[in-house]
């Protein structure tokens, strides 16, 4: 969806290092003594920074107030420790910050105060799940990235309702800025550039307001990524963001990605219609767009009209439901029976296929070589 009347600015940072940062790094290198049992027994929304995590919020703070702004309409912060510590060392004058639970970071649930060497060890299992699909996969007892953007739409609707025509700050945790980076630019595959790394104290600005021309669009256009401590990390240029859309061939395209493994034939259900065959598409291939002459060939050959097809239809289609009381089925009631219902609903796509093809206007034009795909 299209975010409207949103803050004319949206500035996200990060924190900054914290306890948990460093020591999952000091793990990786194979130096564990960071991980006691106090370590451990710690929830990770008590992490402080690190001298590290503070220095880089004071030069994230330097940045903001030299590039984007000295003051803010609204300040919000993620209400872990980390979080609110990098707050307040961004050193912004006069800021009234206000703690949102929604911002709080994604949890783990088992994974959580375990290292990565653990994680893959003790539960081996949870890491297979996450190769299949490390957006839709939730941890046991933990949040899914998807869960994690449904928590983050309720942050967007507050500011929607509340801070239009703003400018508003917040910081809060990596896995949230990705969830706004989803739902702001419908974009969550692009995992090599620059913009998708998210380093302690990134700051993320998006901005209603032409970078240009200097004008107010209705909704987020330009989006910055700056990492302040060091440049060599982020993009640090507008760009504009180019949202999603498909066609139809696209979304073939997609789906031709994915080998088709389970399959069950059309004919069954069209011989108990008692209509003609239709053509079916290879599970791992496109066809190309069907011409009004290839469609004819699945109709029967004494159809010859548009009124000849609908008496056609008349005699093998049962009449479906309009939405009035008497022909719709509470399907609550103890008389509603599933396996009508589907049938029903598949009697009624067939019946609009059909219909669509009669009421389509026919001339010579439709058989045309201008009208074969790839003119």
């Known amino acids: 969806m299209m975010y409207r009347n949103m803050p004319v600015d949206l500035v996200l940072v990060r924190h900054g290092q914290s306890e948990g940062n460093l020591a999952q790094r000091l793990a990786r290198q194979g130096e564990l003594q960071q991980w006691t049992d106090e370590f451990r027994r710690r929830h990770n929304s008590l992490y402080r920074l690190t001298d590290r995590g503070r220095t880089q919020a004071r030069i994230a703070g330097e940045y903001i107030r030299t590039n984007i702004g000295t003051t803010f309409d609204k300040y919000f912060t993620s209400e872990y420790v980390r979080a609110m510590e990098t707050a307040a060392m961004l050193g912004l004058p006069n800021s009234l910050w206000n703690t949102d639970i929604y911002l709080r970071e994604r949890d783990r649930g088992i994974l959580a105060n375990k290292t990565h060497q653990e994680r ?5 299992d949870e890491m297979i799940r996450k190769q299949r699909d490390a ?11 998807a869960n994690l ?6 942050v967007l609707e507050n500011l929607s309702q509340n801070c239009a025509g703003l400018r508003v700050i917040i910081v809060c945790h990596g896995g949230v800025i990705k969830s706004f980076r989803t739902l702001l630019e419908r974009d969550r595959n ?3 550039s620059k913009m998708s790394k ?7 600005w998006y901005t209603r307001r032409d970078p240009v021309r200097g004008c107010i669009t209705s909704s987020y256009n330009w989006v910055k990524s700056i990492c302040p401590w060091d440049l060599s990390l982020s993009s640090n240029s507008w760009r504009y963001i180019q949202r999603q859309a498909f066609t139809n061939e696209d979304l073939l395209q997609i789906i031709c990605r994915v080998p088709q493994l389970v399959n069950a034939p059309a004919v069954d259900l069209l011989e108990e219609l008692d209509i003609p065959s239709l053509p079916s598409s290879p599970p791992n291939q496109i066809l190309p767009k069907n011409t009004l002459s290839e469609i004819d060939n699945v109709l029967p ?11 056609s239809i008349d005699d093998h289609i049962i009449d479906t439901s309009d939405g009035t009381d008497e022909n719709t089925q509470d399907i609550d009631s103890d008389e509603y029976n599933n396996e009508d219902f589907v049938n029903n609903s598949a009697k009624s796509f067939v019946y609009k296929y059909f219909q669509l093809y009669a009421n389509y206007t026919i001339s010579d034009e439709d058989f045309s070589d201008t009208n074969e795909p790839g003119n």
């Not at 893959?120 to 081996?124: D, G, K, N, Q, R």
């Not at 957006?135 to 990235?145: D, M, N, R, V």
């Not at 050959?301 to 008496?311: A, E």
């Open 120 to 124: 893959a060890t003790l539960h081996s």
């Open 135 to 145: 957006f839709y996969w939730q941890p046991s007892g933990g949040e899914s990235l």
């Open 149 to 154: 953007c449904l928590r983050t739409e309720r």
């Open 190 to 192: 692009d995992k090599n």
């Open 198 to 204: 998210i380093n302690n104290c990134q700051i993320v």
């Open 301 to 311: 050959p004494k159809i010859q009209t548009s009124s000849d097809l609908r008496s």
